[in-house]
């Protein structure tokens, strides 16, 4: 069967701008189906599979009308049936995995898991799995196949590192905070199973930084824990890598890299390693995915413009910075920067360019594609009207280009304002307000978007002092011989800590969080740690200065509300984070920040780059594009949150 039997129906159940475009190809997939339709691809036989999961939602009928309630039943059974004959008449399922298109192999192994356990012995599978180039994954989210072939896959994981610490890390490390399933591992694999594999990720070539860093200061549970020699390895492996990778006197640099090639595993692949720094993208999959609503999502899931509570990865973020960058000499009016920070910076701009380009070739402008999320995607999706946005034309010098996308930029900031404020946006208004509004004062649609520190929160304060900063009194513990951690919160979380071993001049910090409840004596002495809910909110106001409240557990929810009452937090109903908002002035003026780019004024006053400096103009336009995005993302992303 040719490929055009299939149109690559993939399955979104959150807000998301490529499920309408999905339910469209969905549609003229069953217009397609008639009585006795006879599949001959197992890409069809998924896709059919996927687009059920829209039926059993309502999705479907949502997008149809009540009014094909009727026809979307016809034509779901005979999709079922279809998809039953094919898979009861194809005793040797395993032999056509490789036929499957990427974008179904997770649920290939769930009607493997469904339908065909029984007609699938070891040495099949063991075969299947060893053929393949890359680690196969999606197995693992499939209980039943984990299950049955538990030796099998335990196997498959101690003989494959790289891409069972990829797993690994994901199920214990990183996506506990998505809403998504996660991983299946092997009852069989024990926790010296998982450390071994950790061990010998390690010694791979090329580890990820980002790993080694998390893995280096993991925190122990009941289902996944280093010892102390792992963590050192990890440790000592992180500081080779950052030494090599920002070493100052090198003449060999950092590759920075972005790539759109061929056989990329899971579509695209990050770099942040010894040597290099980048994104490899699966080229076919970009040449497939044109339609505008993909393009925009790939700066979220492909390009990682913002993290997965759509705050932007642009920000300074400390925990990023070395000792000497944190605590070094600057003026209380810079914006922090850091040698990370500007390897980020420099990624991201690569990436942007690399798309555009990619984009234009396909004559595809990414104005035309921002434009269309403003003009119509906003219309239609949420009714609002008045935005539009014109960019200026692709065949414009970039010089005049920046002269007109910075006034652009503060115009929707200032006409999302009134449309929150008043439910339409006026244009006459609009143009009647004719003083910039300060991006951190663009209101949300979702009331307590953001969390902060109370200013007068010495709580937080202290409990950052004591357990979460490397600078703490409350580190080293000479008991402890070579065992020791960098904060007193890794120790608490990983390992055991004793009333004896405590120093005099620990004495009063220990004291400290006994009486205000974050640790308590044990009557053998331990120290053990205790209101774990407000601490993880602490730290995480720590790592990165704010915390979304929506995008969190009932539970810390609850005790946000708590430290809400005691004043102990802030909220803001704002479009943009705190940070966010410096970031961008940052970038446009000088009015906060000494060490601005200072871009819209430059541009607006002529005092920007002689005209004929084609380079500098161009890329000073795609910092711009970078900006506009992480706007409509964080747009999209405030009606999505509300449901409105």
């Not at 120790?491 to 120093?503: M, T």
């Not at 479009?575 to 961008?584: A, F, G, H, K, N």
């Amino acid at each position: 069967m040719s490929k055009e039997r299939y149109k690559g129906v993939k399955y979104f159940d959150g807000p998301d701008l490529l499920k309408g475009n999905m339910l469209k190809k969905a549609k003229d997939v069953y217009e397609g189906l008639e009585n006795n339709h006879i599949i001959d691809n197992i890409n069809e036989v998924l896709e059919l599979y996927t687009i059920d999961k829209y039926v059993k939602d309502r999705l479907f009928l949502q997008y149809l009308g009540v009014d094909k309630e009727e026809w979307l039943q016809r034509k779901n059974k005979i999709a079922n049936a279809s998809v039953g004959k094919y898979v009861g008449s194809h005793q040797d399922i395993l032999a056509e995995y490789n036929d499957v298109d990427f974008r179904y192999k997770e649920i290939y192994w769930g009607i493997v898991g469904e339908r065909k356990l029984s007609s699938i012995n070891e040495n099949e599978l063991v075969q299947v799995l060893n053929e393949q180039e890359h680690f196969v994954w999606q197995i693992f989210k499939h209980k039943k196949v984990v299950d049955h072939f538990d030796n099998v896959l335990r196997s498959y994981m101690l003989d494959n590192p790289e891409g069972s610490t990829n797993m690994v890390l994901d199920k214990y490390l990183i996506n506990h905070l998505r809403e998504k399933e996660k991983f299946k591992l092997p009852v069989s694999l024990t926790l010296a199973d998982k450390e071994k594999i950790i061990s010998d990720y390690l010694d791979i070539e090329r580890p990820n930084l980002n790993y080694t860093r998390l893995l280096s200061n993991v925190q122990n549970t009941a289902e996944f824990k280093l010892n102390a020699r792992t963590k050192l390895k990890a440790k000592r492996v992180s500081e080779s890598l950052e030494s090599e990778l920002f070493k100052g006197e090198t003449k060999r640099g950092t590759e920075i890299v972005v790539e759109f090639k061929e056989n990329v595993e899971g579509t695209v692949k990050h770099h942040f390693t010894l040597k290099k720094v980048g994104t490899e993208v699966e080229k076919s999959w970009l040449e497939e995915n044109i339609d505008y609503p993909t393009i925009l999502n790939n700066f979220i899931y492909i390009f990682d413009f913002v993290d997965i509570n759509m705050v932007s990865n642009f920000i300074y973020k400390e925990m990023y910075a070395g000792i000497f960058e944190r605590f070094g000499f600057s003026h209380n009016k810079e914006y922090k920067t850091s040698q990370v920070f500007h390897l980020r910076e420099s990624l991201s701009l690569f990436q942007i360019h690399v798309y555009y380009s990619f984009l234009k070739n396909k004559n595809i402008n990414l104005e035309d594609v921002i434009e269309w999320f403003f003009n119509e995607y906003l219309k239609e999706e949420f009714r609002i009207k008045g935005f539009n946005v014109k960019l200026p034309p692709t065949g414009n010098p970039s010089f005049e280009k920046c002269k007109s996308i910075f006034p652009t930029i503060e115009s929707i900031i200032k006409k999302y304002r009134f449309y929150i404020e008043d439910g339409v946006i006026d244009e006459e208004l609009v143009e009647m307000e004719s003083k910039p509004l300060p991006f951190s004062e663009c209101p949300s649609k979702t009331n307590n978007r953001y969390a902060y520190l109370h200013k007068d929160n010495e709580e937080a304060i202290i409990v950052r002092n004591i357990m979460f900063s490397d600078q703490s009194d409350m580190t080293y513990f000479p008991n402890y011989g070579d065992k020791q951690y960098d904060t007193l919160i890794d120790r608490l979380d990983r390992d055991k800590l004793y009333r004896k071993d405590i120093e005099d001049y620990q004495e009063h910090s220990l004291e400290w969080l006994i009486e205000n409840g974050f640790v308590k004596q044990a009557d053998d002495g331990e120290i053990l740690l205790v209101n774990r809910n407000r601490t993880i909110i602490y730290y995480r106001i720590y790592t990165d200065g704010v915390i979304v409240p929506i995008k969190l557990p009932e539970v810390l929810q609850k005790e946000i509300e708590k430290l809400i009452t005691e004043d102990k937090l802030v909220t803001e109903k704002t479009l943009l984070t705190r940070q966010e908002s410096d970031y961008i002035d940052y970038y446009l003026n000088k009015s906060i920040f000494i060490n601005g780019h200072d871009l819209r004024n430059k541009y607006l006053h002529g005092t920007s780059a002689s005209y004929d400096n084609e380079n500098t103009h161009y890329t000073n336009y795609l910092h711009a594009l970078r900006l506009l995005i992480t706007i409509m993302i964080k747009i999209n992303d405030d009606l999505c949150t509300t449901g409105d």
